[in-house]
C-alpha cells in the first residue's frame, strides 16, 4: 500500500521559515517526478512547485519563486519543501504527490496519480 505522509507544518509568523517533508512508503519514486500543492480556506488547491526524478529541474509557482525550494532524497524515498520569508497568504493544507508519468508541470492535479493527507500551515501576520 503506497502512503504519502506529510510533517512539518505549524504555525508561524509572517516573515518565519518551515520545512515540509514528505515521506513516501510502498514504493519507490526515486524516478519519478514530484510536487507540492496547496488549498488555502475556500479556495482551489494549487500547485505550488514540482522537482524532477533526480533534482536536476526545479519549477515553481510565480507566488512562491525566490521563497519556496524543493528538494528531495532518493535514499530516503522523501521530498521537501523549504519555505522561506512566509506570508499570511501561505496559510493552507500543503499536500504532496508523484506524477508516474510526467515531469509534474503543468500543475494539474489529474496528473498526478499519489497524494499525501496534508499538513496545515499557518502564518499569522
Known amino acids: 500500500q503506497v502512503q504519502l505522509v506529510e510533517s512539518g507544518g505549524g504555525l508561524v509568523q509572517a516573515g518565519d521559515s518551515l520545512r515540509l517533508s514528505c515521506v513516501a512508503s510502498g514504493r519507490r519514486f526515486s524516478s519519478n517526478a514530484m510536487a507540492w500543492f496547496r488549498r488555502a480556506p475556500g479556495k482551489e488547491r494549487e500547485w505550488v512547485a514540482a522537482i524532477s526524478w533526480n533534482g536536476g529541474s526545479k519549477y515553481y509557482a510565480t507566488s512562491v519563486k525566490g521563497r519556496f525550494t524543493i528538494s528531495r532524497d532518493n535514499g530516503k524515498n522523501t521530498v521537501f519543501l523549504q519555505m522561506n520569508d512566509m506570508k499570511p497568504e501561505d496559510t493552507a493544507v500543503y499536500y504532496c504527490?508523484?506524477?508516474?508519468?510526467?515531469?509534474?508541470?503543468?500543475?494539474?492535479?489529474?496528473?498526478?496519480?499519489?497524494w499525501g493527507q496534508g499538513t496545515q500551515v499557518t502564518v499569522s501576520s
Open positions: 504527490a508523484v506524477d508516474l508519468v510526467g515531469s509534474g508541470v503543468p500543475g494539474l492535479e489529474s496528473k498526478f496519480d499519489y
